[in-house]
């Protein structure tokens, strides 16, 4: 089938080049517009922008496909089917009546479950132990079109959000392939979703990688793990912001089963520092954690250790105890 690719992230890429390996043919690329990128705000191609001009695929970018150019350029190109993985940005009428065979996106969970913008960060953070993907028809509701296929994975104790999303976009690029296979087979069976299960997936923002240290150490955990790589998990020290990477829980941690671990480690209060050889732990709601890297206000990432060392931590050293996630 002729192939219109709608994708703007990395996590995109696997599935553009699954379909140019494919039997289908591509002809053109949707995505997102250049956008700013790094301290000096440098316009970038997206990801997908970057694969497509490798591949000498046309492209198209805007965040807007229904309307002007984009939609005129779509029309020109004649796909009977749009793939779309993380493309960004709203699709409407006429663009969604454009292909034959509609739009069909790759989603990043097991449908109805997590429908919205972030479904791998949302299912680590409330502590699911599968996830998956799913290929479904884009029709106007959110997420909620007739499902083509599904596959699973299992989401592992130490993942984050940014491992869980590199494996799902590589399995998941065949799953969306076999779903243009059997479009242009016949052989496609879309399934509606259930009115059970549902549950939504907002975009997170800045505010919700903040640590609530007063919380369950299970939680705080997936909240960092969750947030990792973005929008990113932080905690603040005398009001300054300090950003946390993924911790150990003390149960699995050697200072946590350490028989040299001190009665006061194992009772310290929420936000409240204990730096040994074994580590630098914080207090939670339940038991301590030892924390990994961490990134002082502007500096780079470093070891926990090294940021106590530098900064001459003492016994009275916290963080901020405050946050509003629950």
């Known amino acids: 089938m002729r192939v219109v690719f709608a994708g703007t992230p990395a996590v995109a890429v696997p599935s553009l080049l699954a379909l140019l390996a494919s039997d289908h043919e591509v002809v053109g690329v949707l995505t997102r517009p250049p956008a700013p990128v790094g301290r000096k705000r440098v316009l970038t191609p997206s990801p997908v922008h970057t694969a497509a001009d490798d591949a000498g695929i046309p492209v198209l970018t805007s965040d807007r496909p229904h309307e002007g150019v984009t939609l005129a350029g779509l029309r020109e190109l ?13 699709l409407r009428e006429p663009a969604l009546s454009l292909p034959e065979h509609g739009w069909i996106n790759l989603h990043f969970s ?10 791998v960060q949302h299912a680590i953070i409330a502590g ?10 884009i029709e ?5 079109g007739p499902v083509l296929g599904t596959m699973t ?11 869980l999303l590199e494996r799902l976009a590589t399995s998941g690029s065949a799953l969306l392939t076999a779903s243009l296979d059997a479009i242009a087979d016949g052989s496609a069976s879309p399934q509606a979703q259930p009115d059970e299960g549902v549950s939504l997936a907002p975009r997170l923002t800045t505010a919700d ?11 705080i955990d997936r909240r960092i793990r969750g947030c990792t790589p973005a929008p990113g998990a932080w905690t603040t020290r005398d009001g300054a912001r300090v950003k946390i990477g993924p911790i150990r829980l003390a149960d699995t941690s050697a200072a946590g089963t350490s028989s040299t671990a001190s009665a006061a480690e194992s009772a310290l209060a929420p936000g409240h520092l204990s730096i040994s050889d074994d580590g630098v732990m914080v207090g939670t709601g339940t038991a301590p954690v030892l924390l990994g890297q961490i990134a002082p206000p ?10 106590a060392r530098g900064a001459r931590l003492d016994s009275a050293a916290t963080f901020d105890v405050e946050g509003p996630n629950t």
């Open 78 to 90: 004649a796909p009977e089917v749009c793939a779309v993985v993380a493309y960004g940005a709203l």
């Open 110 to 119: 097991l449908l109805p479950a997590w429908r919205g913008a972030a479904p």
């Open 128 to 137: 699911d132990e599968i996830t998956g993907a799913s290929t479904f028809q």
């Open 140 to 144: 106007t509701g959110l997420d909620t």
């Open 153 to 163: 994975e299992a989401i592992r104790p130490t993942d984050t959000s940014g491992d």
């Open 209 to 219: 990688g903040q640590i609530d240290w007063r919380h369950p150490a299970a939680a």
């Open 298 to 307: 502007g500096k780079s990432w470093m070891a926990a250790t090294d940021w």
